[in-house]
């Protein structure tokens, strides 16, 4: 006799003791991901071609006071009670470059393993014995993008047979766990007892002490959920193939004191990549310990990988990161800091979930191989040899000139400035007595360089019947598609659908059935009631009326279905799946103005506008040449050759802007209380600059 199992058994994952024998996989076990399978012996291991020796040194010019001050200014600002005075006041004594070489080995593997595995039997064709099952390493599987971690489980064929379900004895179904089998319950109302107070019958029970089981309708025995009631499962062995990328990572010998575990957040300059079946250590590199790491990391993983996964292919880098070491003082004293990395932009955003269908389903579009749903920018087709514009700037007669603010001009700006702060009184700027007014006008450089950039990715939407136009047509190559450009020398963004590009493809969030389970209440329509917490009964034991004693209500979420419409396909169960292309339009500015030695901060004349006494417009201008003020000369053949060089071959170059102003400096000195003091006005709005206000903190408590 065989003893019922309690209402806790958890079957096993296959059936014990009832595989059949598969030549090739024996020993072959059941569930815990199975036992990897070393892959026959691949014979000699042939390296890859040596690379060159490297020829020159690879250096990265060190950065520029204004760079490091401007990283200084915005890692203060990020920080919370950080304040960016020191940033902005620093005295750099010093930039020490300390650039250092990473190095990156890659080692692409692939293992199996298998493990014995069931499903309900539902007709499903069983083929065992048909034919001789393959080996392992002799099932084909398609392998992902290289270099990606990715995991793919398949049947093993001539493998699948019919056995009887180990868990319910092929009877169909298993002790209900809630009532133990027993078909009945107890009643929650009299316990047991058949009476209410008073010794009335229970009107819950008919005085019988007990109820029907809710959950199986009072028969004891519910589903088998091994077999879903079918008496029988379709057993198979199931190889599960993974690919794994493999890295280490070396960090060059460096002396400037900067922490080696930073070195992984950021990006340098790639200056080596080599990539093959087997790779050959770096030899001739000018720092020797990356030949050094190049050829004990090359051994270890060719050793590793080689006996226990398939190898299938091994890249290489090396990039220079640029690291440079600024020392400054502030306030009498000596400090120093790092500015490292390629790239110093903002962080990237969280993931989140695709807006298409994963790109291995997606069509093969000519010319838009490679493209995922993340997108990535194109660069332009290239022009030719570009017609450079070379307008001469008009020649320059005199110094352009503006006339000094008057004394009541000044008081008024700076009346107004003392009454806009708090705690501030307006005695200093009312009883003030001028002493001098000093004119200390500057030059104001702008380059403005608008550029179009085109990116593609592959987009979805519910589909609605709408029309596809897959292989209708070739599809046109991203920089040939027509845009109408907006206003110049301002953003914008538009997307558009790529023509001959919309197919339809089933829902990947839901799969195609238009429903995904509800999270709420776990895909099961119930919810435990807020009121008694489940308990089903509230003060002095009476039946909680919100879920009439049960315990639990039903879903307020998927109103008890548990599941809910699928947000991706709107419930359609389908999708029209394109590649979106999006235009970008950017104003890309970069200012200079000509430091008087005034003592003004001159990063406050960006705020402000004055007297534009030149503008140049052109598809490409040429710098300015012969204007009075040689620094403004000098900052237009920079900014001008600086733009070229970093959008031309990214992006498309529509027009440029460059323009001169004269902004209005005037340092005003006065007398308040026998204390020598001054002031700045700037700016055609007038507004005022100072560091040492006399008279602040005039509030009165009450």
Not at 458 to 470: H, I, M, R
Not at 572 to 598: H, M, P, Q
């Amino acid at each position: 006799m065989i003893a019922p199992q309690g209402p806790n058994f958890e079957g096993a994952v296959a059936p014990p003791a009832m595989f059949d024998s598969v030549p090739g996989y024996e020993g072959t076990g059941i569930g815990s991901g199975g036992t990897f399978l070393p892959p026959p012996n691949p014979g000699p291991i042939n390296l890859g071609t040596e690379p060159p020796p490297s020829q020159k040194e690879w250096n990265i010019p060190s950065i520029s006071e204004e760079t490091a001050r401007s990283a200084f200014v915005s890692y203060a600002s990020s920080k919370c009670c950080y304040s960016s005075t020191p940033a902005k006041q620093a005295l750099f004594s010093s930039l020490e470059a300390h650039n250092t070489y990473r190095y990156r080995l890659e080692t692409f593997t692939e293992s199996r393993s298998t493990e014995w595995a069931h499903e309900p039997y539902h007709g499903q064709p069983v083929d065992a014995y048909t034919q001789p099952a393959p080996g392992p390493w002799d099932v084909p599987v398609q392998a992902p993008a290289l270099f990606t971690d990715s995991s793919y489980q398949v049947k093993v064929p001539y493998t699948s047979s019919v056995k009887g379900c180990h868990a319910c004895r092929e009877m169909g179904r298993v002790p209900c766990k809630q009532c133990a089998g027993a078909g009945n319950k107890q009643c929650w109302v009299c316990h047991g007892s058949g009476c209410r107070l008073g010794g009335n019958m229970c009107s819950q029970c008919n005085g019988r002490g007990y109820e029907d089981c809710t959950f199986c309708e009072g028969q004891g025995t519910e589903p088998c959920n091994i077999c879903s009631g079918s008496r029988q499962l379709l057993v198979y062995i199931k190889l599960t193939v993974k690919w794994t990328n493999n890295t280490s990572v070396h960090i060059g010998v460096q002396q400037s004191g900067f922490p080696a575990d930073s070195f992984s957040k950021v990006s340098g300059n790639v200056i080596f990549v080599d990539s093959q079946y087997m790779v050959y250590p770096v030899t001739g590199f000018p720092d020797p310990s990356i030949c050094q790491a190049s050829q004990s990391l090359v051994r270890e993983h060719q050793t590793q990988y080689s006996t226990s996964s398939r190898v299938l292919q091994q890249r290489q880098t090396i990039d220079l990161i640029p690291v440079t070491k600024v020392n400054y003082t502030w306030d009498g004293k000596a400090y120093s800091y790092f500015v490292y990395g390629a790239n110093a932009g903002p962080g990237q955003p969280e993931a989140v979930r695709p807006s298409a269908p994963p790109s291995a389903t997606m069509d093969t579009v000519p010319g838009y191989e490679g493209i995922g749903a993340g997108g990535g920018d194109l660069p332009p087709p290239y022009p030719g040899d570009v017609p450079l514009q070379m307008p001469t700037p008009q020649p320059f007669e005199a110094p352009w000139q503006i006339p000094s603010i008057s004394e009541s001009v000044a008081q008024e700006a700076f009346i107004k400035y003392a009454s806009s702060k708090c705690c501030y009184s307006t005695k200093p700027a009312k009883e003030m007595v001028f002493t001098d007014l000093q004119a200390h006008n500057t030059f104001r450089y702008r380059l403005e360089t608008f550029t179009e950039s085109r990116s593609t990715n592959w987009d979805s939407e519910p589909y609605n019947g709408q029309v596809t136009d897959a292989y209708c047509g070739v599809a046109p190559k991203p920089w040939d598609i027509p845009v109408t450009a907006p206003a110049l020398f301002k953003d914008n963004t538009k997307a558009l659908k790529v023509p001959y590009t919309s197919s339809v493809k089933g829902c990947h969030t839901c799969l195609g059935l238009g429903l995904t389970a509800c999270r709420h209440c776990v895909s099961s329509g119930w919810m435990q009631c807020s009121h008694c917490q489940g308990s089903g009964t509230r003060f002095s034991s009476d039946r909680c009326i919100t879920c009439s004693g049960r315990g639990r209500v039903r879903c307020s979420y998927c109103s008890g279905m548990g599941s809910r419409q699928c947000k991706t396909c709107s419930g359609k169960g389908k999708l029209l799946c394109f590649i979106k292309l999006t235009v970008k339009w950017k104003n890309n500015v970069k200012e200079y103005a000509v430091d008087t030695r005034s003592g003004f901060p001159m990063d406050q004349i960006f705020s402000v506008s004055g007297e534009k006494v030149f503008s140049d417009t052109h598809p490409l201008v040429s710098p300015i040449r012969g204007f009075p003020a040689d620094k403004i000369n000098e900052a237009s053949e920079n900014s001008v050759r600086e733009h070229f060089a970093q959008f031309s071959s990214s992006c498309r170059i529509m027009q440029q802007r460059q323009t001169i102003e004269l902004v209005p400096i005037t340092r005003v000195h006065y007398i308040w209380k026998e204390n020598a003091n001054f002031f700045f006005v700037y700016g055609n709005e007038h507004k005022v600059y100072t560091d040492d206000y006399p008279a602040t903190c005039c509030c009165t408590l009450l």
